[in-house]
Antibody
Framework: QVQLQESGPGLVKPSETLSLTCTVS????????WTWIRQPPGKGLEWIGY???????NYNPSLKSRITISRDTSKNQFSLKLNSVTAADTAVYYC????????????????????WGQGTLVTVSS | QSVLTQPPSVSAAPGQKVTISCSGS????????VYWYRQLPGTAPKLLIY???KRPPGIPDRFSGSKSGTSATLGITGLQTGDEADYYC???????????FGGGTKLTVL
């Protein structure tokens, strides 16, 4: 059973860079896509971006200028960097396995997330 | 405001059935698959339905999904108090090239 665990600082100062790592166990990140999602306190879910099994990335257009998602296959980890953070970036950050796929017959895209990590709260404050 | 629209809340009595709607457009639900997640208080979301109407292993058949045009519906029968949670729909948006979530629906089992 694949398990994911987020790690990183719980407090980041405004204008600095938020850095998180997701460690994947019982599964290889060289298979599937791997995604980051966040949830501000008391609010809904926001997709941040994914990295594919081959290392390609795709980011949420609203965050694209500030995001980098990378991976370390030797450690079976993938990471998120979000720069120039503000209080609006305060959220619980989740990593998840992403069943990304494209149906060439119908032209439909699949991107469902399972399983998820337990999440880590990152607060942006001075 | 989310691109995928869900009612903020729904409620029903134990043992009853409830449906949660998710409305989108041709660039997302209309031409891509729909997913549903359940988030119990203080926990990470969990996949309930994928590819419009399929249940992952371990998800009981009390949960069902359907899609028609640019809208989707999650159905839950035999409601239990343990079903009280936030429910989110999701889909891919071809125009945005981004995964989307609905704003979430809080289910109360009275």
């Amino acid at each position: 059973q694949v398990q994911l665990q987020e790690s990183g600082p719980g407090l980041v100062k405004p204008s600095e860079t938020l850095s998180l790592t997701c460690t994947v166990s019982s599964g290889s990140i060289s298979s599937y896509y791997w995604t980051w999602i966040r949830q501000p306190p008391g609010k809904g879910l926001e997709w941040i971006g994914y990295i594919t099994h081959s290392g390609s990335t795709n980011y949420n257009p609203s965050l694209k200028s500030r995001i980098t998602i990378s991976r370390d296959t030797s450690k079976n980890q993938f990471s998120l960097k979000l720069n120039s953070v503000t209080a609006a970036d305060t959220a619980v950050y989740y990593c998840a396995r992403d069943y990304g796929d494209y149906d060439s017959l119908t032209g439909s895209r699949s991107h469902w997330f399972d399983p998820w990590g337990q999440g880590t709260l990152v607060t942006v404050s001075s | 405001q989310s691109v995928l629209t869900q009612p903020p809340s729904v409620s029903a009595a134990p043992g009853q059935k409830v449906t949660i709607s998710c409305s989108g457009s041709s660039s997302n639900i209309g031409n891509n698959y729909v997913y549903w997640y359940r988030q119990l208080p203080g926990t990470a979301p969990k996949l309930l339905i994928y590819d419009n109407n399929k249940r992952p292993p371990g998800i009981p058949d009390r949960f069902s999904g359907s899609k028609s045009g640019t809208s989707a519906t999650l159905g839950i029968t035999g409601l239990q108090t343990g079903d009280e949670a936030d429910y989110y729909c999701g889909s891919w948006d071809t125009s945005l090239s981004a995964a989307l979530f609905g704003g979430g629906t809080k289910l109360t089992v009275l």
